[in-house]
């Protein structure tokens, strides 16, 4: 009796995030990660003569622009209404070498700047193995959900956006890829080149992407649903 209680617990907790998952490497960026099988996933690398871009209407083009324009490195998307977005930043013009070195009166004053903007709907710290700063926003047109860290000197943003209201379900799929994301430190950066006093603008940096733009494949398939829609009427 008790063994099936624990497998259906078990199945519980692992059904949102799906049976399957497919691993991702960023070797050259020092990331490792997992993402569900339910996600369609375009990278720098596959996109180019992709069959899967004909499924959902897209172009070369249109993915080439997401991919240089907006430090995008990964872009998926599950069943056109929900998008994962991975963004690398090479220059987060800070000298912070890893957030996780920070203890949390640094990263609540970090956090604090953003609570008061018109679009975040929560601002908070999550922590797995890493520091992340949590944010959650609506801009009048979507929503979207933000983790970010930085690691290595390189500041990293996982998201989920949609034109609904994320609930607890879509939400675990980004807590799920954040929780298996593995990252190689670099052993001569474990140590801060200032002192963790040091202040600077969170408003210009760290989710410089949370601006009012919808960034993605998700926005080709807004336009496409709206041009279609305005045709039928």
């Known amino acids: 009796m008790y063994k099936r209680i624990i497998i259906l617990l078990i199945m519980f907790v692992i ?3 799906g049976v399957d998952a497919q691993t991702l490497n960023l070797n050259e960026k020092d990331l490792k990660m997992d993402i569900s099988d339910e996600f369609t996933v375009f990278t720098r690398d596959n996109y180019v003569g992709n069959p899967n871009l004909n499924k ?26 929900l998008e994962f977005l991975l963004f690398i930043e090479e220059d987060p013009y800070l000298d912070i070498n890893n957030l996780s ?5 640094y990263l609540e004053n970090l956090i604090s700047d953003y609570e008061s903007f018109e679009n975040i709907l929560s601002a908070s710290i999550y922590k797995n ?21 930085i690691v290595n000197g390189r500041g990293y943003k996982f998201r989920i956006q949609t034109i609904k209201e994320i609930d607890e379900t879509e939400e675990l799929y980004l807590k799920n890829i954040v929780d298996s994301a593995e990252f190689e430190i670099d052993e001569n950066l474990k140590e801060e080149t200032k002192d963790k ?25 807004v336009v496409k649903f709206c041009m279609k829609k305005f045709k039928l009427n």
């Open 56 to 81: 959902f209407g897209l172009t070369e083009e249109f993915m080439k622009k997401v991919f240089e324009n907006d430090e995008v490195y990964i872009d998926a998307i599950n069943d056109k209404e």
């Open 15 to 17: 059904l949102p995030y």
């Open 129 to 149: 193995n890493y520091n992340y700063l949590y944010l959650s926003q609506y801009n009048g047109s979507f929503y979207a959900i933000n983790y970010y860290t």
């Open 101 to 105: 070195n920070y203890d949390d009166e």
């Open 197 to 221: 006093d040091v202040e600077f603008d969170l408003k210009k940096y760290i989710f410089r992407a949370i601006r009012g733009a919808i960034i993605g494949v998700f926005a080709y398939i």
